[in-house]
Structures are given as structure tokens and as C-alpha cells.
């Protein structure tokens, strides 16, 4: 008999379950976890999913947990600042730089950086030994000896016991940076600061010791070299010190992110097919769940209104204040509020699909993108780091040939230093810290930023080519006239026949012909055969006759476009209409003219966009008169009309090829190629998803505004960029003949290797409060 028998005979009323959370068989016991719901106990493996289950029992109890989908890999993907290329599963350091990885996303609930914490206490050992190593060594310049007191060559020995656990506990961390650097020849700032440190300290170890190893003539009176314990001590304390200011400046530029994400509340109430309602956690809401939303309260999801009438206020998304009319049939937006009314909703995009999550997506994932000058910081970085080390090693040996006796102090003193001081770890931050910051800056403002090249792309644009649409235009056109053009078919008919095969459309302007049908309570007939014919219109079979909506051509009928049909058209064009002509296989039956409200703003937004340096060309699909007479309203300077998708790219290549640097702002289908081909694509957030997911800057508010937004913040952005570089490289080229002591004739002193940490950290902590600075743009 097996032992499984055995059991079951010696134990005949134990049974196993499983659990409702994660899966697992449960040995039920008296000391199970369990509770009922439903008439029906349920068993857990631990306190975490009997908890799971407390918190929402009627998604587990009904088994809806098991329709999320199942990933066999859930970690988290890291990334290295400095190179995004680089990504992995889990944490780690970057094989090339050596630094920590970082999460490729950011949640609400994300705890602070653990390289923050470790770092953090290594900074402080390192102070709390460096405090009484500096006094140690520099006490006498104040009118405190505490060498004298404490005793030649004991004091050696104290500073040795001082030193060492910051240089072989603390600055482990570093060490590993640097050998990896220098093993993968990827030589940084990390090779000199292990290069100007391990010199230091084990040219002190040495000289504590084994001092019989050096000539007497550096010998100082207590028989032992002088050493620099305390130099190799302050300086890994000087780079922490820059190391945490980088790591708490990189946590705040994600607090726009965090922002973003604490609009979505933490539970949704959900509401059962027995109408009874409960708070479940927002995770365990899924696509087709039905939610209330009660007044002053966020919208969880994406979603639909199934029931009820109120005002949201879609200020996240739009910039704009005014709240917004839903009800039945209406889309809402997960993290907008709910005004005045309670609404019953059905969830349609959830977790990662929601708007929200992808607007953190698109800037987390701009923040750890390279703009194309930091190629030239990448490129210097790589000859600097050897030709620095080149100058410290010859640095070294003028020194000791022909500097003053003892020469070889003055040798290690010199080498160090200029390892230490042109560490170019601001020249790594230079780029990334701005980018970053940017970025963060651009979400507060409803600007977000796909990667690093499209803002410093924007930054160099001289002309903006837009769509009327949705763009300069409010994209909520209305129907003003229908005209008959067959005697037999009424205004009703035709609107009818139009609004039918409307319904399968997305065009905004198809939405009004929809909503004018719908105003007449107008019974629309199911259109069967739809098709789009792009930049032409749209045709169906209605009740089994072919009609179409747009252009006659597609039916081959121009010829049967009259002189008065024309004269119609024009007049109502040149008032800013955009005309249909509505046509059966055969003949055609009516047009119907829509005007679309120019946006509030827009005429000042061009005004804008001209003091910036750009020029503005409109490219629409409508016809020259209605474009002619947008254009002039509110100020463009050139507008090309009846433009195909492919008709608006080769406007974007014409242009560009004339050496110009174009942008293109659009919210359309037909606008995705034209975006896509431009040298900075602009989507409208409110517009389709192929136009976001085209464009390397999409502008929430959706209007003009939201364009000038982008160019300044490109603007500042690249001459913040431009700033640090210079903090970076002044520091540099000023700091490494200083280091190697070209100025020793005239003051008669080197620098010290403390100092030259000092200014190492210094140029850093520069760098990073330059680009915090950005934090405070206005827009």
C-alpha cells in the first residue's frame, strides 16, 4: 500500500479543494483558511489569497479571474538610463555601463529605488568616516593638531581603519562598474573613478604597510610615506553625494507619471447580472464588466454609457475645463470625473489598454529614449575616457622625473586627480536628465513625448503642415443644408439614404450627417456591402440600390455634375462648408453641406506658431474654396486642397526635399502616412489610433495650442541639453591641466585629489539642478 493510501485511511474525512485564487489543491484541515459565499465554501493555500478573495469574492467565486490571461513570464523588464538599448528580465547592471538597471514601467504604488537605498547608506558611512579622516589630515589649518595628538605613526594606522570600509564595503558598488568598464572596454566614468581611487588607497596600503619599499627621501618623519586614505574616502563620499542627487532627481521626474496614474481610482464598483453592486479592485475589472459611477467620482476604465445622463469633466485629456454632455451610447474616459449624474458603464479597454496606461507607456518609454546630440556625448565620452587616462599616466611620470623632491608623492598626487576630476559623469547625465525631465513636464501639459529624437526634431522644425479637421477646425461639424437634386427624392430621403450608409463610417463628418438624420427621428434602413473608398467617400446598398456619399466619381458620374449643381457647390464652399454630393449608381440625388467651427484658439495659435519660426501649410481633403476660406479666416500662409492620404505624404517629401525640417499634425486614418513620412509626426489624442501610433508626439488637447506647447518645450529642451553639455565639458577641459598641475609654477601647490572630487560632484549636481529646471517651464 502506498503511502498516499495510507494516509487517506489513517485521515478518512480530509479532502482536497482547490484554490479559487491561484489554483492550487488544498488539503482542507481544521486549520484551513476558508470562508463562504454563496452558499458555497471556499478553501485558500494562504492568507494572501484568502485575502485576494475577501477583497472581490464574486470574481473568483464565479471563476472571472480565469479569463485574464495568463502570462508564464510576469517580470518586470529593466532598462539601463544611459542605454536604452539595453533591456532585460529582472534587475541588474548594464553590461555596458555598469550602472543599475531600472523598471521599464512605473506604477502608482512603486516604492522607492532600491539602488536609492542602497546607495543612500553607503553615502553615509562614507560621510561618518570621511568627517574624521578630513579632520585628521586638515585639522591644523583651523588650530586643531589632531595629529600631533593622537601620534606619529599611529594616526596612520587610525586613518587606515577609516578608509577601508569605505573603499572595500561602500564602494563596492562602483569598483564593479569600473572593472566591468574596463573588461568590456567600454571605458566611462566609472574606470577613472576605480582607476583614481584604487591608486590612492593601495598606494597608501602600501606605505602603511611596507614603507621599506620607498626611497627615504619621501619618507615623512614617522618613517612611512605620506598617504591619502583620506583623499580615496571623500571622494567615493563626494560620488555618492552626486550618485543620490541623480537617483532622487530620476524619482521625481516619474511624479508626473505617478500623477497620471492616482487620477484612476484603486476600485470600481461593480455592478452583477443580479443587479446586487460591490468595490472591487480596479485590477479585477474586465472588458464587458458593467460599473456605476456616482457622482464626483473618477471613471475607472475605458468605457461605454449603458445607462444614465451626466457631465464628465475630460480636463486630463482635453486641457479644457468644460465639462462634456454623456449618456447613452457615449464613450468615456478611464480617470475623468464624473459631475453631476450617476452613470452605468460598460468597461471596453482595460489595465494596459486604457488611454491612461498608455500615456504612461509613451512617456516612460521617452524618457529612457537618446536624442540624437547625445551621440555626440557618447562619441566624446568614448575618446575621453582614454586619452584621460593617457594624460594621468604621463602626468605621472613628468612628475616624478622632473618635479620636486620627494617627486614621487607629487606624481601619485597629480595622476589621481586628473583621473578623479574628468570623470564625465555629468557628460552622461547631460542628455538623459533633460529628456527625462522634459518629458515629465510635457504629460502636465498634455504633451507627450514618444522618444528623444521626435522633441529634438521639433526643436529644429520651420513648417507645419496640418489637416482642417479635428485640428484647426472643432471636429464637430453639424448639417446646415440639403439640397434636392432629383425630383424624386425628398430632404428626409436623402438624409435618410445618406445617414444609412454614414452609420459604418468614422469620419467626423459622418457623425453629423448621422446625428441630423437622428435629430429628424429618421428610421435608418441596415446598409449592407459598405466600403470606403479612401479620400473619395463612402458607398452601400440600401434597401438592395446602390448609393453613395462623397465624390460622383465613384460612380462615374462627373458628367452628370450641372453648371447649376457647380455654382451651388461654390457658394456654399466659399463659406466654409464642406459639401457631399449624394448619388445613386445612376443619377445624382442631392448634396448636403456641412460646416465645421473653426477652434476659439486656433487663430492665435497660428499667430504663435508664426513668432516661433514656422510656417503653416493646411492640407485638406475638402475643396479649394472651403479650404481657401478656413485658410484665410485664421491665417495660414498655403493650403492645398482635395488631398488624398498619398496626396498629403508627397506634400511632406516635396517639402522635405527642398531641405526644410516639416512637421505634420493630423488626427485621421488618412493622416497616418503623412505623419509617419514627416521628420516629427503630431497626433491629435483625440483622434484615431494608427494617427497616435504613427506620430512621435501626440497632443492630448487636441487643438493648435497643443502644437506650440511641443515647440517650446522642444526649444527649451535642446538648449537645456546644450547647457549641460557646456557645465560638462567646462569642467572637463578646465579641470584636467589644473588636476595634472599646470598651474603648480605659479601658486606652488597641486590640487588635491579631494578638491578634484569636489569639482567632479560638483559639475554633476550642475547638471542635474540645470535640468530640474525644466520641472518649472511654462507652456
Not at 235 to 257: H, K, N, P, S, Y
Not at 376 to 404: E, K
Amino acid at each position: 500500500m502506498d503511502k498516499k493510501s495510507e494516509a487517506e485511511q489513517s485521515n478518512p474525512s480530509q479532502q482536497s479543494e482547490i484554490d479559487p485564487v491561484c489554483g492550487m489543491q488544498v488539503d482542507v484541515i481544521e486549520d484551513t483558511l476558508s470562508t463562504d459565499f454563496d452558499g458555497k465554501t471556499f478553501h485558500f493555500c494562504s492568507p494572501k489569497c484568502f485575502n485576494k478573495f475577501d477583497a472581490d469574492p464574486w470574481f473568483y467565486a464565479s471563476g472571472s479571474n480565469q479569463k485574464i490571461e495568463k502570462s508564464s513570464d510576469h517580470e518586470q523588464e529593466y532598462t539601463c538610463s544611459m542605454h536604452p538599448e539595453i533591456v532585460q528580465k529582472g534587475p541588474g547592471e548594464c553590461p555596458i555601463c555598469g550602472m543599475a538597471l531600472e523598471p521599464t514601467s512605473v506604477s502608482a504604488n512603486d516604492e522607492p529605488s532600491h539602488e536609492l537605498i542602497d546607495f543612500t547608506r553607503r553615502f553615509w558611512l562614507s560621510i561618518i568616516c570621511s568627517i574624521p579622516l578630513l579632520a585628521i589630515t586638515m585639522g591644523s589649518l583651523i588650530g586643531l593638531p589632531f595629529r600631533s595628538w593622537i601620534g606619529e605613526p599611529t594616526v596612520i594606522y587610525v586613518e587606515f581603519v577609516l578608509a577601508t570600509p569605505v573603499v572595500l564595503w561602500a564602494g563596492i558598488p562602483l569598483f564593479k562598474r569600473g572593472i566591468k568598464s574596463i573588461v568590456t572596454w567600454n571605458l566611462n566614468m566609472w574606470t577613472l573613478i576605480t582607476l583614481g581611487v584604487g591608486a590612492a588607497y593601495l598606494y597608501s596600503i602600501v606605505a602603511t604597510f611596507l614603507p621599506s619599499l620607498f626611497p627615504e627621501s619621501i619618507n615623512s618623519g614617522s618613517g612611512h610615506p605620506q598617504v591619502y586614505y583620506e583623499a580615496a574616502a571623500v571622494i567615493l563620499a563626494l560620488v555618492f553625494m552626486g550618485q543620490v542627487l541623480e537617483l532622487r532627481a530620476r524619482e521625481r521626474t516619474a511624479d508626473a507619471i505617478r500623477a497620471l496614474l492616482d487620477l484612476a481610482p484603486k476600485t470600481a464598483r461593480r455592478v452583477l447580472p443580479n443587479d446586487m453592486e460591490y468595490d472591487a479592485p480596479l485590477e479585477n475589472i474586465l472588458q464587458g464588466d458593467r460599473l456605476r459611477v456616482r457622482p464626483g467620482e473618477a471613471i475607472p476604465v475605458d468605457a461605454k454609457v449603458v445607462d444614465g445622463n451626466s457631465y464628465v469633466d475630460e480636463s486630463m485629456i482635453t486641457g479644457e475645463p468644460i465639462t462634456l454632455a454623456k449618456s447613452n451610447g457615449d464613450s468615456v474616459t478611464g480617470g475623468t470625473i464624473n459631475k453631476n449624474g450617476t452613470l452605468i458603464i460598460e468597461a471596453t479597454n482595460v489595465g494596459a489598454d486604457t488611454m491612461l496606461s498608455k500615456i504612461v507607456t509613451m512617456v516612460s518609454s521617452a524618457q529612457r529614449s537618446k536624442a540624437p546630440i547625445q551621440g555626440l556625448a557618447d562619441t566624446v565620452a568614448s575618446y575621453f575616457v582614454p586619452a584621460v587616462v593617457g594624460i594621468s599616466i604621463l602626468s605621472f611620470f613628468i612628475w616624478l622625473f622632473v618635479g620636486p623632491t620627494p617627486s614621487f608623492p607629487y606624481a601619485i598626487i597629480a595622476a589621481v586627480s586628473v583621473l578623479i576630476i574628468a570623470c564625465p559623469c555629468a557628460l552622461g547625465l547631460a542628455t538623459p536628465m533633460s529628456i527625462m525631465t522634459a518629458s515629465g513636464r510635457g504629460a502636465q501639459a498634455g504633451v507627450l513625448i514618444k522618444d528623444a529624437t521626435a522633441l529634438e526634431l521639433m526643436s529644429k522644425i520651420d513648417t507645419l503642415i496640418v489637416d482642417k479637421t479635428g485640428t484647426i477646425t472643432e471636429g464637430k461639424p453639424s448639417v446646415t443644408m440639403i439640397k434636392i437634386l432629383s425630383p424624386y427624392h425628398s430632404e428626409d430621403r436623402i438624409l435618410q439614404i445618406a445617414a444609412a450608409i454614414e452609420k459604418g463610417s468614422e469620419h467626423p463628418l459622418a457623425e453629423a450627417i448621422v446625428a441630423a438624420a437622428s435629430a429628424r427621428s429618421l428610421q435608418l434602413p441596415s446598409p449592407q456591402d459598405f466600403k470606403a473608398h479612401t479620400g473619395r467617400g463612402v458607398t452601400a446598398l440600401i434597401e438592395g440600390k446602390a448609393y453613395a456619399v462623397g465624390n460622383p466619381t465613384i460612380f462615374g458620374l462627373t458628367d452628370k455634375i450641372t453648371p447649376e449643381m457647380q455654382s451651388e457647390q461654390k457658394s456654399l464652399s466659399s463659406q466654409g462648408n464642406t459639401t457631399f454630393y449624394i448619388s445613386s449608381s445612376t443619377k445624382i440625388i442631392g448634396l448636403i453641406a456641412i460646416s465645421d467651427p473653426i477652434k476659439s484658439n486656433a487663430i492665435e495659435a497660428i499667430k504663435q506658431l508664426h513668432s516661433l519660426g514656422i510656417k503653416v501649410i493646411m492640407a485638406t481633403g475638402d475643396n479649394a474654396l472651403t479650404a481657401k476660406a478656413v485658410a484665410d479666416k485664421v491665417g495660414i500662409d498655403e493650403f492645398k486642397a482635395e488631398a488624398l492620404p498619398e496626396d498629403k505624404k508627397k506634400l511632406v517629401d516635396q517639402i522635405r526635399a527642398t531641405g526644410a525640417k516639416v512637421a505634420m499634425a493630423g488626427d485621421g486614418v488618412n493622416d497616418a502616412p503623412a505623419l509617419a513620412s514627416a521628420d516629427v509626426g503630431l497626433a491629435m489624442g483625440t483622434g484615431a489610433d494608427v494617427a497616435v501610433e504613427s506620430a512621435g508626439i501626440t497632443l492630448l488637447q487636441g487643438d493648435l495650442t497643443g502644437i506650440v506647447r511641443a515647440r517650446k518645450l522642444a526649444i527649451a529642451s535642446l538648449r537645456n541639453i546644450r547647457q549641460n553639455l557646456f557645465l560638462a565639458f567646462v569642467y572637463n577641459t578646465a579641470g584636467v591641466p589644473i588636476a595634472a598641475g599646470i598651474l603648480y609654477p605659479f601658486t606652488g601647490a597641486l590640487l588635491s585629489p579631494m578638491l578634484a572630487a569636489l569639482a567632479m560632484s560638483l559639475s554633476s549636481f550642475c547638471v542635474v539642478m540645470n535640468s530640474l529646471r525644466l520641472r518649472r517651464l511654462k507652456l
